[in-house]
């Protein structure tokens, strides 16, 4: 493949990607806090539920951060293969490439989840960690056909399903305290959707296991969230959607015909996962990524990027998104930013403002304020390395 016939950059991924990055980034403006001082207000409230992970089943805007960043991996992923192979590497480079990538992934999720600890702190759940195991295999799809990638795909909802499904509920002695979990926690599932309860299902049994192998500062027992390692499965399913949508908006179709695909198989896969949910076959749950949540966020993953593609690539509407475009196109340094230097550029503002520049609009609305100003303060060192062509690439 000639230079001239490389894959032009799509702007409306770096547009969506930023925008998921944005929300990531948004966390600093704890609306939960604003939402609590004014308990009367159904404006703030609604905000605070978006800014927030739902308890167990259901969604919020805040759970579609991981699904779409995975999901967009996917997308990239024939891209970033045709313009490799346009320079001349192989399948075998590339995949000393791909290792090599999903290992620093791996271990970025893991140094990030340990900061301010004493030790090393082993776990897997981290976005970026669940991308990088799955990512190999992600990868070896890429160059099979689009049948063997709907099978792969069928095989790893299925069998995940199923896995689930056989392993035995708790006992009448279970001791659900010492997991975490109250016996009578409203967010309990009942009956044959019990299986995917908060830690009492099989992932959560397999990081019993595989998580106490590594050095800890503790036994590991549970996770709080009941996040689970053995989640990367279904990412990478997710990531398999992400891989069929990247190789529909790379060819030679009409751009109004990849809108309508993307919005059908998006509704389909929102109607599907939904069904699911409301039959009581499989719960949707983004906390242990049930096969349910994985197509029925993928249904969102869809149509979003139909919307951002109408919006920037076909309406041409790149310049109004351009602030979004500048995260997007470095996502792993927003990612690592934002994760990093929060406090940092909250201390700053203090030093050279004020003690309590955070109070300008009131008490009821530091966090804004704090948030904003940190939110202001990464987006503008994003912006400094985009006007300097400083692009973090793994």
Known sequence: MSASTLPQRVSSMDAYRGFVMFLMMAEVLELGHISKSLPDSAFWAFLAFHQDHVAWVGCSLHDLI??????????ALPYSVASRMAQGQNFRSLMGHTIQRALILIFLGIFLRSMHREQTNFTFEDTLTQI????PFLF?????SFKTQLIALAVILGGYWLAFALYPLPGAAFNYEAVGVAANWEHNLTGFAAHWNKNTNLAWAFDQWFLNLFPREKEFIRNGGGYATLSFVPTLGTMVLGLLAGNWLKDNTLPKEKIKRFATVGVGLLVVGSLLNW?????????IWTPTWT???GGWCFLLLAVFYWLVDVQGYKKAFFWL?????????AYVI???ISDFIHHSFQIHLSQTYDQWLGQHYAS?????????????ILYWMYRNRIFVRI
């Open 66 to 75: 991981q699904p779409s960043f995975s999901f967009l991996v996917g997308v």
């Open 132 to 135: 990088g195991l799955g990512y």
């Open 140 to 144: 070896w799809l890429g160059f099979r």
């Open 279 to 287: 039959l009581g076959i499989c719960p949707n749950v983004k906390r």
């Open 295 to 297: 197509l029925f966020s």
């Open 325 to 333: 475009i500048i995260i997007g196109m470095n996502s792993i340094a």
């Open 338 to 340: 934002s994760h990093t």
């Open 368 to 380: 804004l304020v704090r948030g904003g100003a940190i939110l202001l303060g990464e987006w503008l």
